[in-house]
């Protein structure tokens, strides 16, 4: 884990280096003098040799200083900690709307498999899973905000400020990221689903006679679930991807909107923090999972996940 | 065959889904006025008086007026700072932090009386002192202020006692004040600047009639009405700017949204705009003008013929009409109608074909091919592509590319760029919108272009106070200007801000700015 | 944890594992064509690869041609999907997108394979300290990133465009293969003939060009397939940014971010290629899908 975040670092301060642009300029802006850019330049340290400006980069992090972005001089951290709370709130929604589609479209088609609700609902999966996201929240903001106006188009009040407002804003984003993941879980669900009630015990169950209903949420439900789980939680990864369009189309200051203005403005420290922060989470995402998985199925070692 | 049939179903499902949500926009687009007024009624009986929103189109970067390059941050200045001097509706200079002013014969002496029991947000002082702090702070070469070009003319700021002070120029300056009456002229409080140093943008104070409270990147910033404002006390306590890139997520956020008032609305959306109910709609010509930045060092633009080809082949008119509805006035010079630097006998002629493909022809140069920057908008898209399918019909092969605004400015800065889509926010004072631009070395002449003639003109025109003889000089420029062609003079653009019916006391000042200090809500 | 997390990618780790046994094509094709879905899928992509080769003949208007009587116009007789924001002609433009959506699929498809191929065969097959310490563990790093958000600073890096924008998703995509063409080749190495054929003194290029390799494109293909629905987006994600095809050139992409700003005047400028998006995306998918059930029967 350590190794990788090494790479990871590596990776991200020689990707920034390379992109073109010149920090001291972007920060004096279009009326820059040439003394003030050699002089900001100098104090930079951006004529230092590369690994010296790399060693010092992950020392500062390590003491917790992120830098200062190009555009305000306002603390990476502080910025990256406002925004943190934003996404994590989107993806929460996102996720509830996922499993709340998901758990019944999923058990339908695989319960009535064949019939008109399975086709239904494995079409709705392969349709979630094409849909591009941006083209997703264009049509809802066009539907249900102007048109319908059930729904505020989009910004964001923090859930402190307004409950009532906050959920409302979040809804159609929340629907846009959710529905992705919300197919490939049903998908999940169904197959998995599919080969438990296959499986000898559930025949068994059937025999002795227990209604099919307790059949399915009792025993195979459970069972199935721990395919499913994997997916989620890996799934949350991607969530951070998702998350950079998503937030552009609705206005949400989160993780994503903020790393998007960053390669575009070429705001450095802001680029890199932001992907550090992302696949940092990434990282601790998968490791929790496993740990999760060894726990739901102790049969399965820790390591051994998703190896097969 | 049958299952086959059903397996095309879901494709021909969506298909009519979208093909219906299309159609149906056609209809309303229509009637969209009506639906959109609808919804005006019910969020007019507003109940919540002190609080008002407003929308901005992008978020602003920098809360320090000495460090600002962004227009779009001088919107939240005008709630949290003051200005020396201000404009008015007319662009004639009254008074704010200075009640009076006199300036020597010799145009070289500024004196200028400060207004007294004025008070810093975090209960400094305003006076003299602070004023030469400013300036000085302003003129450290080591800050790296862009202020630094408009005000390098001091030579030197005396205190002559607590609310006098004076400033020397180094020469004659016409535009001095319209400087004043922007960042430059923004006073921030000197004990903040000590204690915060760099964080100062972070936790700006000045003597405006609005203390900054928070800030959320890209997100809301509020500040709260400032008790001891030596103003008029402002009705409302709290404003909040938000800001929205996108334009029509800006405007449905004032017609269905808790915004009250934007400060631009695309061109686009003027109609819409103007057709619901629950908004009133104000339009001023603005200052700057648009166009675009040819590098007369590089080819294919170090030839003249061709600089003036592309000028003459350009429909200013077509461009108005479809890429802005109208909503802007083709151009001819630096200098727009609300200026009195306009040249008015300078008509915008109508694209001619032909004639470019003669002065091609004379250019000696075949199979022109040029790129053009140009920065990620929709709106700069389709200009863009307007400009390239005009000028392949005379025989260019124009190369679009999409750089962001800050790369595109950097780019044209180091001459890396033939042809740019860069214009000018515009100043008050006409020296504002060419001198920097169009003499030899200027700041912001990434043109390269150098003319002696023009030189001596732009130079005579800023050291002379007299208006009249000083219009004499700008109506030469703008010919010259013309003539040679280093900048295609495409629009001047206009201002239009979108406000609740019952937001009251707004005046638009052709500087577009939203003075904050008398808003109220009916 | 090292081990695993590289699996993000793959949210079905074990369809593609088992080593398929081709069976004779007829009867491949006979189990493809009982998939009525993958069937539709493919019939609509022909439809695509029609439009996108024949695009000169088959569109109605010239895609670059403005028209500025004609702006804005919504869907008729004469402009089936309207007019955009300068008077061209949407269906037009759409399909002379197709050219550039499904180019900028395959191709960055083919980067990845082009160098995810090999260095996984490779890795795979020597093991040892650049395998298990070099290679994967850049492969891991290169997988914690969310791929758009990668595929953002790469095409930023090498500048707007849509060669530049195949190049930075081609590279995304390169640890997905790296990845699962070492996981093939470990596991065929354990095989018996392999270890038959080191002892026969097979050079080793030759076992894993004639051996190894044929015995595993098969799952390869199927990831590559769907792959190109990925790759899709991921350029009209990276174009609706700004960074993929360069105006007047049009791309799905971008006439959806143009389109964008339209949506309350004239939604079809946004509506349609989203729609073709999201179609040829879907038909990809089921192909896809399609291919993988008549490869191998067993998975599902």
Redesign the interface.
């Given at each position: 884990m350590i190794v990788i975040l090494f790479i990871v670092s590596v990776i991200i301060f020689s990707l920034v280096n390379v992109l073109p642009g010149d920090p001291a300029r972007l920060m004096l802006g279009q009326e820059a003098t040439p003394e003030a850019l050699a002089a900001l330049r100098k104090e930079m340290g951006l004529n230092d040799p590369l690994y010296i400006q790399y060693l010092h980069w992950v020392g500062n992090i390590l003491h917790g200083d992120f830098g200062y972005s190009l555009r305000d001089h306002s603390p990476v951290l502080k910025t990256l900690l406002q925004k943190i709370p934003v996404t994590l709130e989107l993806t929460f929604f996102s996720f509830v709307v996922a499993i709340l589609i998901a758990l019944p479209v999923g058990i339908l088609s695989a319960t009535r498999r064949g019939r008109l609700s399975d086709y239904l609902g494995t079409f709705f999966a392969l349709s979630g899973i094409s849909l591009p996201s941006f083209w997703l929240g264009i049509l809802l903001i066009y539907l249900f905000a102007v048109k319908l106006k059930w729904f505020p188009p989009s910004g964001y009040v923090p859930l402190s400020e307004n409950f009532g407002k906050s959920i409302a804003l979040m809804i159609l984003p929340a629907i846009t990221l959710g529905t992705h993941l919300a197919a490939e879980l049903t998908r999940m669900l169904r197959s998995s689903l599919l080969d438990v009630l296959q499986s000898d015990y559930i025949r068994t169950a059937y025999a002795k006679g227990l209604l099919e209903r307790a059949v399915v949420i009792g025993h195979a439900l459970k069972n199935a679930l721990v395919p499913v789980l994997t997916v989620g939680g890996l799934q949350l990864a991607a969530f951070f991807g998702g998350s950079v369009i998503t937030e552009t189309i609705f206005g949400i200051p989160g993780i994503g909107q903020l790393v998007v203005n960053a390669i575009l403005t070429r705001d450095f420290p802001v680029v890199q923090a932001c992907v550090l922060f992302m696949a940092f989470m990434v990282v601790v995402i998968n490791f929790l999972v496993d740990i999760a998985y060894s726990i739901i199925d102790p049969r399965i070692k820790l390591g051994e996940v998703s190896k097969g | 065959m049958k299952?086959?049939r059903?397996?095309?179903l879901?494709?021909v499902v969506?298909?009519l889904f979208?093909?219906l949500?299309?159609?149906?926009?056609?209809?309303?687009?229509n009637g969209?006025s009506s639906?959109d007024a609808k919804?005006g009624q019910s969020a007019s009986t507003r109940t919540d008086k002190s609080k008002l929103v407003i929308g901005l189109d992008a978020d602003p970067?920098?809360?320090d007026p000495a460090?600002s390059?962004?227009a779009v941050d001088r919107q939240v200045y005008q709630s949290i700072y003051n200005t020396l001097v201000d404009i008015d509706k007319n662009l004639n200079y009254v008074p704010e932090l200075a009640t009076s002013w006199k300036i020597s014969d010799d145009g070289k002496t500024y004196t200028f009386n400060l207004r007294k029991n004025v008070l810093f947000q975090d209960g400094t002082p305003f006076n003299a002192e602070a004023v030469k702090f400013n300036f000085e702070r302003m003129l450290d070469?080591?800050?790296?202020?862009?202020r630094?070009?408009e005000i390098n003319l001091i030579d030197k700021i005396t205190v002559v006692d607590d609310y006098t002070i004076r400033i020397h120029l180094k020469q004659p300056y016409a535009p001095f004040l319209s400087v004043l009456s922007d960042r430059a002229g923004m006073m921030v409080s000197p004990t903040a600047v000590k204690k915060e140093g760099?964080?100062f943008?972070?936790h700006p104070v000045g003597t405006g009639p609005y203390k900054f409270v928070k800030h959320?990147?890209?997100?809301d910033l509020v500040v709260e009405r400032f008790d001891k404002y030596w103003g008029n006390k402002p009705k409302i306590k709290t404003i909040v700017y938000?800001?929205?890139?996108?334009?029509?997520?800006r405007l449905?956020?004032l017609i269905?949204?808790d915004v009250d008032i934007v400060n631009t609305i695309?061109y686009?959306d003027i109609k819409?705009a103007n057709s619901a109910a629950n908004l009133k709609v104000s339009s001023t010509e603005s200052l700057g003008f648009q166009g675009i930045q040819l590098n007369t060092k590089v080819k294919p633009f170090d030839n003249k013929k061709v600089r003036q080809a592309v000028n003459i082949a350009l429909d200013r008119n077509?461009i108005a009409?479809?890429?802005f509805f109208n909503g802007v006035v083709p151009a001819t010079s630096p200098f727009p109608e609300t200026s009195w630097a306009h040249p008015s006998d300078l008509q915008v002629p109508k694209a001619d074909v032909a004639k470019a493909k003669q002065l091609l022809k004379e250019s000696g140069l075949s199979n022109v091919s040029f790129t053009l920057k140009i920065s990620?908008s929709?709106?700069e898209?389709?200009l863009?592509?307007?400009i390239?399918?005009m000028l392949q019909q005379v025989g260019f092969k124009v190369?679009?590319?999409?750089?962001?605004?800050?790369?595109l400015?950097?780019q044209t800065?180091e001459g890396d760029y033939q042809a740019a889509r860069v214009g000018w926010s515009g100043r008050t004072d006409p020296d504002g919108n060419a001198y920097a631009w169009f003499t030899t070395n200027g700041?912001?002449n990434y043109m390269k272009y150098s003319n002696p003639e023009v030189d001596k003109l732009l130079q005579e025109a800023r050291t002379s106070l007299d208006q009249e003889k000083r219009k004499a000089l700008y109506d030469r420029v703008s010919k010259i200007l013309w003539d040679d062609a280093p900048y295609i003079f495409l629009y001047y653009p206009k201002d239009y801000k979108a406000m609740k019916n019952d937001v009251e006391g707004f005046v638009h000042v052709p500087d577009i700015m939203i003075r904050t200090e008398n808003l109220q809500f009916k | 944890m090292s081990q695993t997390n590289a699996q993000t990618a793959a949210p079905y780790p074990n369809r593609l594992e088992s080593s398929p046994r081709l069976r004779s094509l007829k009867k491949a094709l006979g189990r493809f064509f009982q998939n009525k879905l993958g069937v539709a899928g493919g019939l609509f992509l022909l439809i695509l690869v029609i439009l996108a080769i024949f695009a000169p003949w088959l569109a109605p208007y010239n895609p670059m041609k403005q028209d500025y009587m004609a702006i804005l116009q919504g869907p008729s007789a004469k402009h089936w999907f309207g007019t955009d924001d300068l008077g061209r002609d949407v269906l037009s433009r759409i399909i002379y997108g197709a050219r550039v959506s499904l180019k900028a699929g395959i191709i960055s498809v083919a980067i990845a394979l082009a160098i995810g191929v090999p260095i996984g065969l490779i890795s795979g097959y020597f093991r040892g300290f650049w395998d298990e310490f070099i290679i994967m563990r850049i492969t891991d790093a290169m997988l914690s990133f969310p791929s758009l958000v990668l595929a953002l600073t790469l095409a930023a890096v090498f500048g707007a465009g849509l060669n530049n924008a195949m190049l930075a998703i081609g590279l995304v995509y390169t640890p997905h293969f790296i990845r699962l063409v070492r996981g093939q080749v470990l596991a065929q190495r354990e095989r018996e003939y392999v270890e038959a054929a080191i002892a026969a003194g097979i050079s080793h290029w030759r076992i894993m060009l004639r051996h190894i390799l044929p015995n595993a494109w098969a799952p390869i293909m199927v990831q590559a397939t769907l792959s190109v629905a990925g790759a899709i987006i991921s350029e009209a994600s990276l174009s609706f940014l700004g960074l993929g095809t360069q105006p007047p050139t049009p791309s799905w992409g971008s006439m959806l971010s143009e389109g964008q700003g339209y949506i309350t005047q004239a939604p079809w400028i946004a509506v349609f290629p989203g729609l073709f998006i999201f179609l040829a995306v879907m038909s990809i998918n089921v192909f896809g899908d399609g291919v993988r059930d008549m490869l191998d029967p067993k998975l599902k």
């Amino acid at each position: 884990m350590i190794v990788i975040l090494f790479i990871v670092s590596v990776i991200i301060f020689s990707l920034v280096n390379v992109l073109p642009g010149d920090p001291a300029r972007l920060m004096l802006g279009q009326e820059a003098t040439p003394e003030a850019l050699a002089a900001l330049r100098k104090e930079m340290g951006l004529n230092d040799p590369l690994y010296i400006q790399y060693l010092h980069w992950v020392g500062n992090i390590l003491h917790g200083d992120f830098g200062y972005s190009l555009r305000d001089h306002s603390p990476v951290l502080k910025t990256l900690l406002q925004k943190i709370p934003v996404t994590l709130e989107l993806t929460f929604f996102s996720f509830v709307v996922a499993i709340l589609i998901a758990l019944p479209v999923g058990i339908l088609s695989a319960t009535r498999r064949g019939r008109l609700s399975d086709y239904l609902g494995t079409f709705f999966a392969l349709s979630g899973i094409s849909l591009p996201s941006f083209w997703l929240g264009i049509l809802l903001i066009y539907l249900f905000a102007v048109k319908l106006k059930w729904f505020p188009p989009s910004g964001y009040v923090p859930l402190s400020e307004n409950f009532g407002k906050s959920i409302a804003l979040m809804i159609l984003p929340a629907i846009t990221l959710g529905t992705h993941l919300a197919a490939e879980l049903t998908r999940m669900l169904r197959s998995s689903l599919l080969d438990v009630l296959q499986s000898d015990y559930i025949r068994t169950a059937y025999a002795k006679g227990l209604l099919e209903r307790a059949v399915v949420i009792g025993h195979a439900l459970k069972n199935a679930l721990v395919p499913v789980l994997t997916v989620g939680g890996l799934q949350l990864a991607a969530f951070f991807g998702g998350s950079v369009i998503t937030e552009t189309i609705f206005g949400i200051p989160g993780i994503g909107q903020l790393v998007v203005n960053a390669i575009l403005t070429r705001d450095f420290p802001v680029v890199q923090a932001c992907v550090l922060f992302m696949a940092f989470m990434v990282v601790v995402i998968n490791f929790l999972v496993d740990i999760a998985y060894s726990i739901i199925d102790p049969r399965i070692k820790l390591g051994e996940v998703s190896k097969g | 065959m049958k299952t086959l049939r059903k397996a095309i179903l879901p494709f021909v499902v969506i298909a009519l889904f979208a093909f219906l949500a299309a159609c149906g926009g056609q209809s309303s687009s229509n009637g969209g006025s009506s639906s959109d007024a609808k919804s005006g009624q019910s969020a007019s009986t507003r109940t919540d008086k002190s609080k008002l929103v407003i929308g901005l189109d992008a978020d602003p970067p920098q809360l320090d007026p000495a460090m600002s390059t962004a227009a779009v941050d001088r919107q939240v200045y005008q709630s949290i700072y003051n200005t020396l001097v201000d404009i008015d509706k007319n662009l004639n200079y009254v008074p704010e932090l200075a009640t009076s002013w006199k300036i020597s014969d010799d145009g070289k002496t500024y004196t200028f009386n400060l207004r007294k029991n004025v008070l810093f947000q975090d209960g400094t002082p305003f006076n003299a002192e602070a004023v030469k702090f400013n300036f000085e702070r302003m003129l450290d070469p080591k800050l790296g202020s862009p202020r630094l070009s408009e005000i390098n003319l001091i030579d030197k700021i005396t205190v002559v006692d607590d609310y006098t002070i004076r400033i020397h120029l180094k020469q004659p300056y016409a535009p001095f004040l319209s400087v004043l009456s922007d960042r430059a002229g923004m006073m921030v409080s000197p004990t903040a600047v000590k204690k915060e140093g760099k964080d100062f943008a972070n936790h700006p104070v000045g003597t405006g009639p609005y203390k900054f409270v928070k800030h959320v990147k890209q997100g809301d910033l509020v500040v709260e009405r400032f008790d001891k404002y030596w103003g008029n006390k402002p009705k409302i306590k709290t404003i909040v700017y938000k800001p929205f890139p996108d334009g029509t997520t800006r405007l449905t956020n004032l017609i269905s949204g808790d915004v009250d008032i934007v400060n631009t609305i695309d061109y686009k959306d003027i109609k819409r705009a103007n057709s619901a109910a629950n908004l009133k709609v104000s339009s001023t010509e603005s200052l700057g003008f648009q166009g675009i930045q040819l590098n007369t060092k590089v080819k294919p633009f170090d030839n003249k013929k061709v600089r003036q080809a592309v000028n003459i082949a350009l429909d200013r008119n077509a461009i108005a009409k479809v890429v802005f509805f109208n909503g802007v006035v083709p151009a001819t010079s630096p200098f727009p109608e609300t200026s009195w630097a306009h040249p008015s006998d300078l008509q915008v002629p109508k694209a001619d074909v032909a004639k470019a493909k003669q002065l091609l022809k004379e250019s000696g140069l075949s199979n022109v091919s040029f790129t053009l920057k140009i920065s990620p908008s929709p709106q700069e898209k389709q200009l863009a592509q307007m400009i390239q399918s005009m000028l392949q019909q005379v025989g260019f092969k124009v190369k679009i590319e999409m750089v962001e605004f800050g790369t595109l400015l950097e780019q044209t800065a180091e001459g890396d760029y033939q042809a740019a889509r860069v214009g000018w926010s515009g100043r008050t004072d006409p020296d504002g919108n060419a001198y920097a631009w169009f003499t030899t070395n200027g700041t912001l002449n990434y043109m390269k272009y150098s003319n002696p003639e023009v030189d001596k003109l732009l130079q005579e025109a800023r050291t002379s106070l007299d208006q009249e003889k000083r219009k004499a000089l700008y109506d030469r420029v703008s010919k010259i200007l013309w003539d040679d062609a280093p900048y295609i003079f495409l629009y001047y653009p206009k201002d239009y801000k979108a406000m609740k019916n019952d937001v009251e006391g707004f005046v638009h000042v052709p500087d577009i700015m939203i003075r904050t200090e008398n808003l109220q809500f009916k | 944890m090292s081990q695993t997390n590289a699996q993000t990618a793959a949210p079905y780790p074990n369809r593609l594992e088992s080593s398929p046994r081709l069976r004779s094509l007829k009867k491949a094709l006979g189990r493809f064509f009982q998939n009525k879905l993958g069937v539709a899928g493919g019939l609509f992509l022909l439809i695509l690869v029609i439009l996108a080769i024949f695009a000169p003949w088959l569109a109605p208007y010239n895609p670059m041609k403005q028209d500025y009587m004609a702006i804005l116009q919504g869907p008729s007789a004469k402009h089936w999907f309207g007019t955009d924001d300068l008077g061209r002609d949407v269906l037009s433009r759409i399909i002379y997108g197709a050219r550039v959506s499904l180019k900028a699929g395959i191709i960055s498809v083919a980067i990845a394979l082009a160098i995810g191929v090999p260095i996984g065969l490779i890795s795979g097959y020597f093991r040892g300290f650049w395998d298990e310490f070099i290679i994967m563990r850049i492969t891991d790093a290169m997988l914690s990133f969310p791929s758009l958000v990668l595929a953002l600073t790469l095409a930023a890096v090498f500048g707007a465009g849509l060669n530049n924008a195949m190049l930075a998703i081609g590279l995304v995509y390169t640890p997905h293969f790296i990845r699962l063409v070492r996981g093939q080749v470990l596991a065929q190495r354990e095989r018996e003939y392999v270890e038959a054929a080191i002892a026969a003194g097979i050079s080793h290029w030759r076992i894993m060009l004639r051996h190894i390799l044929p015995n595993a494109w098969a799952p390869i293909m199927v990831q590559a397939t769907l792959s190109v629905a990925g790759a899709i987006i991921s350029e009209a994600s990276l174009s609706f940014l700004g960074l993929g095809t360069q105006p007047p050139t049009p791309s799905w992409g971008s006439m959806l971010s143009e389109g964008q700003g339209y949506i309350t005047q004239a939604p079809w400028i946004a509506v349609f290629p989203g729609l073709f998006i999201f179609l040829a995306v879907m038909s990809i998918n089921v192909f896809g899908d399609g291919v993988r059930d008549m490869l191998d029967p067993k998975l599902k």
